[in-house]
């Protein structure tokens, strides 16, 4: 039986320095640089990703799902490399599950971004991958942008990858403090519609993660126009 193993592999790296050698292309990574929106409204906060891989210059997934459930009340999205958001995501997830088993208490919002930004920094930027962090807690609402280099800022509002300057437009243009869920819904898919009409590498399907103030939370795809 193979045994499972758990945490980064760098069997690659033998293999494409082999290729170096015999002067052979490396593969290329798959990438996620799209558009990913995360909109806070009155009762919650709203997480949208549209869900397009690329490889090089060619589109080879239509599917992806950038959104990553960290705990019950904390989910993020980001853009990158694929193969770093994912493994990014599970590590900082399971830690994140022996904090709870060993506090339990629910995991505040703040403690997953930490771990996050830590593990980030401690890698110096090697991790190519941007997140958005939001969940909702004892504490309130919450919304984090992490940089690939472990930099971070709490706001309101946010949006990264290739299409975040066309929906950054729609957001500051019409983002109120007391929008209602239904408002936020329409904004988000407003401003990934700006985001894709304004990037080669997004389309048109997009995954929405709504996190409540009690603590609910609705997932769902939708299709941008």
Same mark, same amino acid.
């Given at each position: 039986?193979?045994?499972?193993?758990?945490?980064? =592999?760098?069997? =690659?790296?033998?293999? #494409?320095? *082999?290729?170096?050698?015999?002067?052979?292309?490396?593969?290329?990574?798959?990438?996620?640089?799209?558009?990913?929106?995360?909109? +806070?409204?009155? @009762?919650?906060?709203?997480?949208?990703?549209?869900?397009?891989?690329?490889?090089?210059?060619?589109?080879?997934?239509?599917?992806?799902?950038?959104?990553? +459930?960290? %705990? $019950?009340?904390?989910?993020?999205?980001?853009? !990158?490399?694929?193969? $770093?958001?994912?493994?990014?995501?599970?590590?900082?997830k399971g830690q994140l599950i022996m904090h709870h088993i060993r506090t339990n208490r629910r995991i505040l919002v703040i403690t997953a971004k930490q771990l996050m930004k830590t593990l980030q920094q401690r890698m110096q930027g090697t991790f190519m991958a &941007?997140?958005?962090?939001?969940?909702? @807690?004892?504490?309130?609402?919450?919304?984090?942008?992490?940089?690939? $280099? !472990?930099?971070? *800022?709490?706001?309101?509002?946010?949006?990264?990858?290739?299409?975040?300057?066309? &929906?950054?437009?729609?957001?500051? $243009?019409?983002?109120? /403090?007391?929008?209602?869920? %239904?408002?936020?819904?329409?904004?988000?898919?407003?401003?990934? &519609?700006?985001?894709?009409?304004?990037?080669?590498? &997004?389309?048109?399907?997009? #995954?929405?993660?709504?996190?409540?103030? @009690?603590?609910? /939370?609705?997932?769902?795809?939708?299709?941008?126009?």
């Amino acid at each position: 039986m193979d045994q499972f193993i758990d945490g980064f =592999n760098y069997e =690659n790296c033998l293999r #494409n320095a *082999e290729l170096e050698k015999n002067k052979s292309d490396q593969p290329k990574p798959i990438m996620a640089n799209s558009t990913v929106v995360a909109v +806070q409204f009155k @009762d919650g906060i709203i997480i949208g990703a549209d869900t397009r891989g690329i490889c090089g210059k060619k589109v080879i997934m239509n599917s992806f799902n950038k959104i990553f +459930q960290l %705990h $019950d009340n904390v989910f993020c999205s980001g853009i !990158g490399l694929m193969s $770093d958001l994912t493994k990014v995501t599970h590590l900082v997830k399971g830690q994140l599950i022996m904090h709870h088993i060993r506090t339990n208490r629910r995991i505040l919002v703040i403690t997953a971004k930490q771990l996050m930004k830590t593990l980030q920094q401690r890698m110096q930027g090697t991790f190519m991958a &941007s997140f958005v962090i939001a969940g909702a @807690d004892k504490m309130g609402l919450h919304l984090y942008t992490l940089h690939f $280099d !472990g930099t971070s *800022e709490k706001l309101l509002f946010s949006s990264v990858g290739s299409g975040q300057f066309g &929906s950054m437009s729609i957001i500051e $243009d019409r983002w109120k /403090v007391d929008l209602d869920e %239904h408002q936020a819904r329409e904004l988000m898919i407003d401003a990934i &519609s700006a985001g894709i009409n304004s990037d080669v590498f &997004s389309i048109f399907n997009v #995954n929405l993660c709504t996190i409540r103030r @009690d603590f609910t /939370v609705d997932q769902c795809s939708v299709t941008a126009l």
